[in-house]
Nanobody
Framework: QVQLVESGGGLVQPGGSLRLSCIPSGRIFSINDMGWYRQAPGQERDLVGTITKDGMTNYAGSVKGRFTISRDNAKNTVYLQMNSLKPEDTAVYFC???????????????WGQGTQVTVSS
């Protein structure tokens, strides 16, 4: 089984920064795209951004210029650097990864359990 574990969430004041990390564990043969979604109370889960294996990134318009996604392929880790945080960034942040468990299987999407980010003074 594959599990993704996020860390780095918490409470931050408006204008502050946080860095989230996500590390997959378990049976991993190959990892394709990785990225982050977020879900605010009473709302649907929305895309924050993605990063390909080669490092190409894509961001939601609401976070472009403030958030940066990066990955360390040697550590199978994806990061989300969040700067200039706003109260409307408050949400549970979920990482995802498209993982192939062995050479005989196809890629499947896996999700972390979520980490709370609260932006408030």
């Amino acid at each position: 089984q594959v599990q993704l574990v996020e860390s780095g969430g918490g409470l931050v004041q408006p204008g502050g920064s946080l860095r989230l990390s996500c590390i997959p564990s378990g049976r991993i043969f190959s990892i394709n795209d990785m990225g982050w979604y977020r879900q605010a109370p009473g709302q649907e889960r929305d895309l924050v951004g993605t990063i390909t294996k080669d490092g190409m990134t894509n961001y939601a318009g609401s976070v472009k210029g403030r958030f940066t996604i990066s990955r360390d392929n040697a550590k199978n880790t994806v990061y989300l650097q969040m700067n200039s945080l706003k109260p409307e960034d408050t949400a549970v942040y979920f990482c995802f990864a498209r993982i192939r468990s062995d050479w005989t299987t196809s890629f499947n999407n896996y999700w972390g359990q979520g980490t709370q980010v609260t932006v408030s003074s």
